[in-house]
């Protein structure tokens, strides 16, 4: 599966050799509006109540992000910045970036309220041999920002929320789920982290691409219900053809830096001769909700991530 982070990394370059002169005209009308900022966070949030602001959600696809989109608002500019810096390095190693979801507040004194908000998935896999076990992790963060009048505001609370969090693991060719899956993570609120490991998929057929798992990430049915704390815990795995693990999180995520993981370990099913290469992929869903005290999710979404590996004789 093709990620965007290319896209990213090209774009905040291209937009880093842009001349300081080309903002300065803006950067000075933002420095003018700043100075007379005196709107807080609370008056916000009693205008969108209230209804007597102008509030308008948007979701923006990252290719779709233009350099005159960019310097056109200094938030954004920030915000893509930010989401070129969670390019994994690591090997067997990839990522996923969401839309970029954006909440506009024109506030009755004339003032610009925006905030901005994009989940990342990512996954890691180590190669696998004859013995042992490997690792397998796959995490989803939460990357948000404000501003005020175009001024980053870091002491405001995040508007977008993301809940109901489900992720699905599954493994490739001759490999199969043995050990413990471990669930942990950070977050804003408070209760526990993850409410549930709610599927074990055994099958006797193996999985060898990334479509295949998708598939059967829709036939995860056996369901074990284990509620762990907010320090995270673990769940194990009875031995066996495993090759699909599901976990639901209680957490929301929603501040910058807000991260939930789930890892657990995988084996070879049989041992080979011969090395070759299989693939693993996750899929994470959420559903998105605009203001912490909204009533339903304006919107559901999900992410898909794949990564190769080796088996290693």
């Known amino acids: 599966m093709k990620t965007i982070f290319s896209k990213l990394l090209v774009m905040c370059i291209c937009i880093g050799s842009i001349s300081t002169e080309a903002f300065g005209t803006q950067l ?10 005196e709107i807080t966070e609370e008056e916000v949030l009693k205008e969108i109540a ?54 506009t507040v024109e506030s009755a004194s004339g003032d610009i309220i925006k905030y901005y908000s994009t989940p990342t998935i990512n996954i890691t896999v180590d ?35 993301y809940k109901n969090n489900k992720v699905s693991l599954g493994c490739g060719e001759n490999s199969v789920f043995t050990s413990l899956v471990r669930v942990s993570g950070t977050h804003k609120e408070s209760g526990g982290i993850v409410k549930d490991i709610i599927g074990i998929l055994a099958s006797i057929y193996e999985f060898d691409t990334v479509g295949s798992i998708l598939d059967a990430f829709l036939s995860v049915v056996d369901y074990r219900s284990t509620t762990v704390g907010s320090n995270g815990g673990q769940v194990a795995i009875a031995k066996g053809n495993v090759r699909a693990v599901s976990a639901e ?29 299989t693939v693993a992929a996750a899929q994470w869903s959420y559903d998105i909700y605009y203001g912490v005290g909204a009533p339903r999710p304006s919107d559901s979404d999900s992410l898909e991530v794949d990564v190769n590996y080796l088996y290693l004789p």
Request: aromatic fraction near 8%; hydrophobic fraction near 35%.
């Open 249 to 277: 999180f209680d957490g929301v995520l929603s501040e910058d830096g807000d991260v939930a993981n789930v890892s657990t370990s995988f084996s070879a099913k049989e041992n080979l001769e011969y090395e070759f290469e």
């Open 28 to 37: 000075a009308l933002t420095n003018e509006m700043s100075t007379n900022k």
């Open 127 to 161: 190669d696998f041999g004859k013995t042992g076990a490997s690792n397998y992790t796959v995490s989803i963060s939460c990357i948000a920002s404000t501003t005020v009048n175009g001024q980053e505001e870091n002491d405001w609370n995040p508007y977008i929320l």
């Open 50 to 103: 209230e209804g007597t602001s102008k509030v308008t959600n948007k979701v923006v696809d990252i290719p779709s992000v233009t350099e005159e989109m960019i310097m056109e608002d200094v938030g954004l500019r920030n915000h893509m910045e930010k989401l070129a810096h969670v390019v994994p390095y690591a090997a067997n190693s990839a990522s996923n970036t969401g839309s970029i979801h954006t909440t």
